[in-house]
């Protein structure tokens, strides 16, 4: 479990220091088996959040705990897995050295920290490349070599940073079957990212944060189905209309999308029955009338301007 | 166990790192060459290429301590391999003890070599083989232990450059404290007095360390005086690395 409190990270920036506040006041809480997706522009403070969580940076104000444990606090790693945002390993180890090196500080026993690596180094696709250095890596086997190690004791929590960024479709498709099996697992999962479809299908919960500031978080359907409520409505129906009445158009957007299928699109919901008056009375037969749910892409663009 | 474990992937790390293999090659290089220029030295030259030899076994040590100590914490933080430890559950202080007992491995290690460097040195061109070098030799190495201590202090807060700076200017200064305070400056001024004081007792006094002249010129030694030396240093770095380890707890990383 993971639980932000209040957090808040200034940091001084320029010539003539000035501080600037990066996080605002953060809250936000992960439960056991979750699938948080943690989601923001570039700059709006998402791995500055997951260095609080891991003790590298120190926030101002607030508290972060994982397990219960607060974060300054090193046993609260003991079952955590992270992913960098940016892979920065160390160049002079081969990929097997590096992850028994990754083992050993989490005092795994050597005999099943073997086996461990062996297993991991065949999930992420790196049996070949276990001895060679790894500053001969590639981006990709690099991001793989990550997810090994994050992965090197069994965490019950993972905090990855981007963990789908520079890897090929192959790699995309393999971290995900990762996260999807830990998931399965059920362990849970706080991961950053930018790629909403990845979100939306991976997610059980998600908070988008934009300048520092929470601006949506909660379960991904009712968080949705909220920001969907004042949201528009489709109506599809035959006949062409659109000479007929031609204050549909205030209304919103017609789209003919067959021979004899139209769907009018609106902002809103208040016209709706008037609408479907008109369209009755004019002989038009209605074959659908929903209330558009926003795709979190939708949502997500909606929210950051 | 987990400060072992760091410690020993900072010694590979130093022995992966090839500036260790050019710094041990210019050791080489200068013990031959002092063996050459003590030739001309007319009778003196088993003391030269002592001296010599200590002297160069001294900058050596310090190139260790100081560059590659500050070099390779300064590494890990700017290329931000410090992540993958430090996300581990293990605490800060563990990990700048691991980094201290990795360098002085690395000491240790080039300061075997060394030793057998200079008695061979000396042996081959005196035809003398004289084993209490090596006393002169392992308290050099104390010093060193000292230094170590001091650069990681100040690369866990300040840039390499003032760090290398700082470290070098507390090394000379703990080598000449002593005769700071022996000389009269004729300064009566009561805060100078202070501030000499202060800084006499927080500098590593590095002069109760070198017995060179001594094992040189064979004089005596006073054995239990080394020990507290020795006694000393340790005690020295541990109350450095505790105050660093605290100072480090409360850095952001980049
Ligand atoms: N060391 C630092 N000093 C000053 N400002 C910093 C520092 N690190 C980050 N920032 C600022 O903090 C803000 C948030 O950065 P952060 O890396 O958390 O963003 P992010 O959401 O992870 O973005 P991205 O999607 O690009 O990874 C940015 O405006 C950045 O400029
Ligand atoms: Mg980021």
New binding site residues.
Partial sequence: MIKLENIT?W???GFIPKK?E??KGVTLTVNKGDVFGYL????????????ILLNLLKSDKGSAQINGIDVTNPKSRQSVGYLP?QPCYYDYLTGKEFLDYCGSLFRIQKQSLQKKIDELLEKVGLENARNTHLRKYSRGMLQRIGIAQALINDPEVLIL??PLSGLDPHGRKDVLDIIIEQKNKGNTIFF?S?ILADAESLCDKIGI?NE?VLIAEGDIDTVLDRESASAGVEIVYTTDLTGIYEEFGKFGNIDKLQENKYRLTMEDKYHVNDILEKLISSGAEILSVNRHRLTLEELYLKKIR | MIIKTIAYNTFKETVRDKILYNILLFALGFSILSGIVSQWSLNQEEKVLQDFGLTIISVFGILIAVFIGIGLLYKELDNRTIYTVLSKPISRGQFLWGKYFGLVLTLAVNFTLMAAGLLSVLWLFTGLLKVTLLIAVGMIFFQMTILVAVSLFFAVYASPVVSVVLTLFVFLAGNFSADITMLNPGIENPLFMSILNVLFYVIPNFSLLNINSQIVHNLPLNYIELIWSIVYSIAYSAVLLVFGSMIFNRK?L?
């Fill in positions: 990270k940091y001084s920036k600037v990066i996080l923001g522009p570039n700059g709006a403070g998402k791995t500055t959040t997951i260095k945002e940073d981007e950053s930018h944060i520092g | 952001n980049k």
